[in-house]
């Protein structure tokens, strides 16, 4: 039977193009992008261009839907074959693409168009330059970067996230900003947020690492970092590292009309001090368990309500494209 090759089958692994040739497309990425987001024609003529320049083919575009806002594009890409799948868009489009993403050997890359952009950060890729941000996505250096995995109550399926969660007044800032706003100032909605919310009471909650004996604590937040850097510089997890293996956990417990100023002092010490406001601990397994429910936010992303939050270090199931100088 004879069969018509297509582009992708024209290229033999070792195939030397013949003299005056044009140099056969080897690779190709796929990007799955937000179009809430501003993938304009600027960066999709950059990306074109870019794969163009490196011998890569056209890339494969994958629009994300409110009813899917990554997932099935990951999952498109993958089967498609791709070398590298882009997330472009916020923190959000990047959770969905590496929960598909992890444990497997396809790359993911990292176009940040979102508010927090909270791995991107955290990997050293620029924020604010276009054109590196898309190099590094198609060519950069492969590392391997731990994921969590997460259950909230008693949900039948886990949930995946790369920078953090958290259960009660982070994750009702999250829930609580403006997104108006947050279009206008940006990151700084988030403070307007927490300021709002400032008001409230600790919730009793029962804690255990590493499948260790519980104990209790009355908390405003319970926060679990894999890596530590978020907006405007600050450090929440100090000392964090995404590929070590370990998960950091941070407690805020204010008391009294002074409580805050305690979490602040706290925070500013960075673990250094013993205060009950403001708790550090590490381990591979987390608990947690609320009397009430609470608001509940993964990598930035108000995701509902629960009382119960079960989390597990996946070590090294990603890989991300990052910069040689990262």
Same mark, same amino acid.
């Given at each position: 039977?004879?069969?018509? *090759?297509? /582009?992708?089958?024209?290229? !033999? ?18 990007? +799955? ?16 261009? %870019? ?30 074959? !791709?070398?590298?799948? %882009? ?8 959770? &969905?693409?590496?929960?598909? @993403? ?8 990292? #176009?940040?168009?979102?508010? $927090?952009? @909270? @791995?991107a950060r955290n990997l050293g890729i620029r924020i604010n330059d276009p054109e590196h941000s898309v190099r590094t996505a198609l060519t950069g250096v492969q590392r391997r970067i731990d994921v969590v995995r997460v259950r909230v109550d008693d949900a039948a399926e886990q949930q995946l996230f790369l920078v953090m969660a958290g259960l009660g007044f982070d994750a009702a800032i ?8 947050? =279009? ?14 400032? *008001?409230?009471? /600790? $919730?009793?909650?029962? #804690?255990? #690492? ?13 926060? +679990?970092?894999? &890596? ?7 450090? %929440? ?18 008391? $009294? ?9 706290? @925070? ?23 009397? =009430? /429910? ?6 930035? =992303?108000?995701? $509902? ?22």
């Amino acid at each position: 039977m004879t069969h018509t *090759p297509t /582009p992708e089958t024209l290229t !033999v692994q070792g195939q030397q193009d013949a003299p005056g040739a044009s140099p056969t497309l080897t690779k190709r990425a796929a990007v +799955v992008f937000n179009p809430a987001k501003n993938v304009d024609q600027d960066l999709q003529g950059m990306l074109r261009s %870019i794969s163009a320049e490196e011998g890569w083919e056209e890339p494969l575009w994958l629009e994300t839907t409110i009813e899917d806002p990554g997932v099935g594009q990951a999952r498109q890409a993958l089967e498609a074959g !791709v070398d590298v799948v %882009i997330a472009a868009g916020g923190d959000g489009t990047v959770r &969905c693409v590496a929960s598909v @993403l992890a444990d497997s050997d396809t790359a993911m890359g990292l #176009i940040p168009l979102g508010t $927090g952009n @909270l @791995l991107a950060r955290n990997l050293g890729i620029r924020i604010n330059d276009p054109e590196h941000s898309v190099r590094t996505a198609l060519t950069g250096v492969q590392r391997r970067i731990d994921v969590v995995r997460v259950r909230v109550d008693d949900a039948a399926e886990q949930q995946l996230f790369l920078v953090m969660a958290g259960l009660g007044f982070d994750a009702a800032i999250m829930a609580d900003t403006n997104d108006d706003l947050k =279009d206008r100032v940006g990151w700084l909605a988030y403070v307007e947020a927490g300021i709002r919310n400032l *008001p409230g009471k /600790p $919730g009793r909650a029962s #804690i255990s #690492i590493d499948g260790g004996p519980r104990y209790t604590r009355r908390l405003r937040s319970f926060m +679990v970092g894999n &890596c530590g850097r978020l907006q405007g510089g600050l450090e %929440i997890f100090p000392g964090a590292q995404i590929d070590d293996g370990v998960l950091d956990l941070l407690t805020l417990a204010p008391h $009294g009309k002074l409580g805050w100023l305690s979490v602040a002092t706290g @925070l500013l010490a960075r673990g250094r001090t013993k205060s009950p406001a403001v708790e550090y601990f590490q381990g591979r397994k987390f608990e947690v368990s609320f009397e =009430d /429910p609470h608001e509940v936010q993964l990598d930035g =992303d108000h995701v $509902g309500q629960g009382s119960k939050m079960s989390l597990t270090v996946d070590p090294s199931a990603l890989t991300v494209n990052v910069a040689p100088d990262a």
